[in-house]
T-cell receptor
Framework: AQSVTQLDSHVSVSEGTPVLLRCNYSSSYSPSLFWYVQHPNKGLQLLLKYTSAATLVKGINGFEAEFKKSETSFHLTKPSAHMSDAAEYFCVVSRMDSSYKLIFGSGTRLLVRP | SAVISQKPSRDICQRGTSLTIQCQVDSQVTMMFWYRQQPGQSLTLIATANQGSEATYESGFVIDKFPISRPNLTFSTLTVSNMSPEDSSIYLC???????????FGPGTRLTVT
């Protein structure tokens, strides 16, 4: 069965320090992977996607993620956190039966301290 | 990208009643989906809205409870029928544009059932 696990429900960082949001997936095939961000009372926004091309994926707002097949991981990073990065982040994997159907992780709430 | 609007943005309803949520996209899309986000939870796929035919429901969701229509390529409705407090959630529609392997989400409809 396919699944995606976000290892931290909450992550707190100081402004200007690096961000690491961890995600592991389980799949018997090579899935597509995504990171979405949800700001309070706002819709979901796609940060970046991996679709079997380059393993290091660059997204919007300085975020990037690296697909590591051997570790079945797709961690999200950013070199320097900004106050506006405070939000809920979802790691998402495509389903085997339909690549357009998505399985969402439980989410990681990122807090940025001034 | 696509601009997606949902109506209403929020509503408070009494148990036993029904609410129809509309999703409108500014361009023709190949696929439309409906998701539910229960309070403090991640997103769960309810169904795929198929143009001109019956929606395809995920396990745990049935047409009698969540009837869906999609009369054309840019519009869909989701009805939450015979509501109970457990239906209090954010309901989001999402779309896939032909040739673009990305899924865009609407702003969501926040439903509270009392």
């Amino acid at each position: 069965a396919q699944s995606v696990t976000q290892l931290d429900s909450h992550v707190s960082v100081s402004e200007g320090t690096p961000v690491l949001l961890r995600c592991n997936y389980s799949s018997s095939y090579s899935p597509s992977l995504f990171w979405y961000v949800q700001h309070p009372n706002k819709g979901l926004q796609l940060l970046l996607k991996y679709t079997s091309a380059a393993t290091l994926v660059k997204g919007i707002n300085g975020f990037e993620a690296e697909f590591k097949k051997s570790e079945t991981s797709f961690h999200l990073t950013k070199p320097s956190a900004h106050m506006s990065d405070a939000a809920e982040y979802f790691c998402v994997v495509s389903r085997m039966d339909s690549s357009y159907k998505l399985i969402f992780g439980s989410g990681t709430r990122l807090l940025v301290r001034p | 990208s696509a601009v997606i609007s949902q109506k209403p943005s929020r509503d408070i309803c009494q148990r036993g009643t029904s609410l129809t949520i509309q999703c409108q996209v500014d361009s023709q899309v190949t696929m439309m989906f409906w998701y539910r986000q229960q309070p403090g939870q991640s997103l769960t796929l309810i169904a795929t809205a198929n143009q001109g035919s019956e929606a395809t429901y995920e396990s745990g969701f049935v047409i009698d409870k969540f009837p869906i229509s999609r009369p054309n390529l840019t519009f869909s409705t989701l009805t939450v029928s015979n509501m109970s407090p457990e239906d209090s959630s954010i309901y989001l529609c999402s779309v896939v544009i032909a040739g673009v392997y990305e899924q865009y989400f609407g702003p969501g409809t926040r439903l509270t059932v009392t």
